[in-house]
């Protein structure tokens, strides 16, 4: 499988169900995803014999209407560029001077389905943020265990008859993970592998009853809003 193939799947899970209708004409996330992928290629810089390094910050300008269009997506979209920015770097082998920040912005000058990239590198502090994707959803992890099951005391409650109330748990302590199973009926499985305690890296998956848990590792700025409002920025100049 190429890499287009990965991020055309990977863009797939964040633009189905209620926000398919919203991407049937118009600018598409995937273009905007090559576009970023093209600006990381042609603004590769060799700084050292093994090292390759390209910008971390990108402002992805769109006209008003795109702009709202894929402004309903939220921080789900804003994750999944930002996941693929970082896997095709990892794939080039490029590195980045700080945590990977990616935000929209509203440019009234742009018409309806053109749109334009500005990026630059900024040293800065990286911010590791955990989130598991189940079933189209994404949940952000935070410090501590995160237990996962059908019981409605769950931290993540499952509508699946497979799992138990309290299937299994993951740790998460700011850079590394660990999935547990707690004792469940059915059991749990790691890529694949049964499994009953152990390390989890990133984009490992997680199979409990019918439900697939995918664990990933975002490397975002620390240093900026990833979320700010462009406008409210503007007016505060």
Known sequence: ??????????LERVVNGAFAKTFKSGLQPLEVTSALRRELDTRAAVVARDR?????KFVVRLSPRDYERMSQLGPALIDEFTQLV??????????FAGGISIRLKEDESLAQG???IDSANVQGRVNWVAVLDIDGKRYPLHAGRTVIGRGSDADIT???TGTSRRHVEVLWDGERAQVNDLGSTNGSKLNGSPVSKAPLPPDSVIDIGRTRIVFRVLAQSADVDQFADPRREDRAR
């Open 158 to 160: 499952l509508n699946d």
């Open 52 to 56: 390759i390094l390209v910008p971390n």
């Open 1 to 10: 499988m190429g890499l287009l193939d990965s991020f055309e799947q990977g």
């Open 86 to 95: 970082q896997r095709h770097a990892t794939a080039q082998h490029y590195s």
């Open 114 to 116: 053109m749109f334009e």
